[in-house]
């Protein structure tokens, strides 16, 4: 048998062998014919990528014990979410971590859920949401908030939180709570809770598998934005345990016959401006049909960033979808609209909710023309 030389090359676009090679560690992408190999790095960054999920491990521990301290078992506990998939799977896992740890816990939603992705996923997992008032707040005696941070949302900002677990970047004004677990670099708050079950030793059920699952494949797109090591170790272990059956049904539970008439409705009020597109929609009956009309119009070529608005309950919603390459949609809408109302989000999506009695502040007559040119100055390319 030839010796195994200590460099390798392999031309590329060659079939990797994941026992062998597992991007992004091991492989170097800098040379444009093909990558090389190097066996004895290979084995170095193994070591270390093991010595790194340790750390990890225990850092995970380290947290959830501090998370436990927190708590009595004669408490009733509150978790807040703004519902969308990684929310609701985090929700649910830090729901589970807590079972037999306090007296009882609920899940409570901002807002009714309306995307029939999430209303699907809700319903065939039977996953238990209470939409909350104010006055129910009262019954709680502890507070916890995942995938989101009180200045997200009006609601938000009243409760006093004995812990926020997220992965968006951290305000100042969450600083508070007695325990935060904050880490921007992941790529979903269900990874961070995948870490917490594991440390754990809490084997989720299908049920709660399923949802972490899909919570962290919509907040990294399918891994196309902003993913880490992290995210891929957590789906990896997540995806044995998951219901795929119930996964494809709820990816594909996407529009209604309603929706198609909104679609229509931004095909032509589209407006470009070098390589963004906006298009405002006026009353809508359902903010998340924006969302889906953003991440649809990023799809058009040469087109970097995507902004949809439409009013809804007397609040102006503006969604953006960003590439991510050298943008940052979160600071970019932050910037834009963050002394008005609520404005935030990642590198690639952001939000922002501004009450419409705010935009009398600083346009003449509010109207479908004027919200619409308002929008557009404000995230426009030029600003």
């Known amino acids: 048998m030839p010796r195994l030389k200590s460099r390798v090359q392999i031309p590329f676009p060659a079939p990797l062998n994941p026992r062998v090679v597992r991007p992004p560690f091991f492989c170097d992408y800098r040379n444009p014919n093909g990558f090389l190999v190097n066996l004895i790095e290979m084995k170095a960054q193994q070591n270390s990528s093991n010595s790194r999920r340790a750390t990890r491990r225990r850092s995970a521990k380290e947290a959830l014990r501090k998370l436990y301290s927190q708590f009595g078992f004669k408490d009733q506990v509150l978790i807040t979410i703004d519902p969308d998939p990684d929310?609701?799977?985090?929700?649910?896992?830090?729901?589970?971590?807590?079972?037999?740890?306090?007296?009882?816990?609920?899940?409570?939603?901002?807002?009714?859920?309306?995307?029939?992705?999430?209303l699907t996923l809700v319903r065939l997992l039977r996953i238990p949401l209470v939409l909350l008032n104010k006055d129910q707040i009262d019954e709680f005696d502890r507070f916890l908030i995942v995938d989101g941070q009180p200045h997200h949302n009006e609601v938000f900002k009243g409760i006093p939180y004995t812990g926020i677990i997220d992965h968006h970047p951290l305000d100042e004004t969450a600083n508070d709570a007695p325990f935060i677990d904050v880490r921007p670099d992941y790529g979903a708050t269900s990874t961070i809770l995948t870490e917490y079950l594991r440390a754990a030793k809490i084997k989720p059920s299908q049920t709660l598998a399923t949802a972490l699952l899909y919570g962290i494949k919509t907040d990294t797109r399918n891994f196309e934005r902003h993913t880490t090591v992290e995210d891929i170790d957590a789906f990896h272990y997540l995806f044995s345990l998951a219901n795929h059956n119930i996964l494809r049904k709820v990816e594909i539970s996407d529009l209604s016959l309603?929706?198609?008439?909104?679609?229509?409705?931004?095909?032509?009020?589209?407006?470009?401006?070098?390589?963004?597109?906006?298009?405002?929609?006026?009353?809508?009956?359902?903010?998340?049909?924006?969302?889906?009309?953003?991440e649809f119009f990023l799809k058009v070529y040469d087109i970097s960033w995507s902004v949809i608005s439409g009013v809804y309950e007397d609040r102006l919603?503006?969604?953006?979808?960003?590439?991510?390459?050298?943008?940052?949609?979160?600071?970019?809408?932050?910037?834009?609209?963050?002394n008005m109302g609520v404005a935030g989000g990642h590198q690639a999506m952001a939000r922002a909710e501004i009450p419409l009695k705010k935009l009398n502040e600083v346009v003449e007559k509010v109207n479908s023309k004027t919200i619409e040119r308002f929008v557009r100055k404000r995230l426009s390319p030029f600003a």
Do not use: C, M
């Open 258 to 294: 309603k929706d198609l008439k909104v679609f229509q409705k931004a095909i032509e009020r589209k407006h470009v401006i070098k390589d963004r597109i906006f298009a405002h929609l006026d009353e809508i009956s359902n903010p998340d049909t924006l969302v889906v009309i953003a």
């Open 87 to 118: 929310s609701i799977g985090s929700a649910l896992a830090l729901k589970r971590l807590l079972w037999h740890k306090v007296q009882s816990t609920t899940i409570g939603i901002i807002r009714p859920v309306k995307r029939l992705n999430n």
């Open 317 to 338: 919603i503006v969604i953006i979808r960003s590439d991510g390459y050298r943008k940052d949609a979160g600071r970019t809408v932050s910037r834009a609209f963050k």
